[in-house]
């Protein structure tokens, strides 16, 4: 399972730069696009599962698509990758032999 919170942490990153970038507040920002302060800050957080008309309604106050507030290819396949990673490195010697270890490393190696 992706990370989820990495997902959205990209997206809230990418909005907050969009909002510093034409000066408004966090505050001035959610009450533009109609969202509630609190939901705003989690959202740039990554904390708040950003929903498709919310992501909407901050595109289009933004003038742009809502792809363009969405990571890259490159970056959701890091977080797959890193998540992936993380399970690997939890894993004890004893779940997988050699050969296996070995396969899997050489696929994160080359990714």
Known sequence: MIKLYNLYK???GGIEQQRKS???TQEQFAKECGIKRVTYINIE???HRISIDTLYMIANYLTLSISQLLPSDEDVKKIILDSYKNKFDKWSDDQLNNEEKKE???ILKNT
């Open 10 to 12: 990209i997206i809230g």
């Open 104 to 106: 899997i490393k050489k």
């Open 22 to 24: 034409i000066n408004k």
């Open 45 to 47: 957080n990554g904390k």
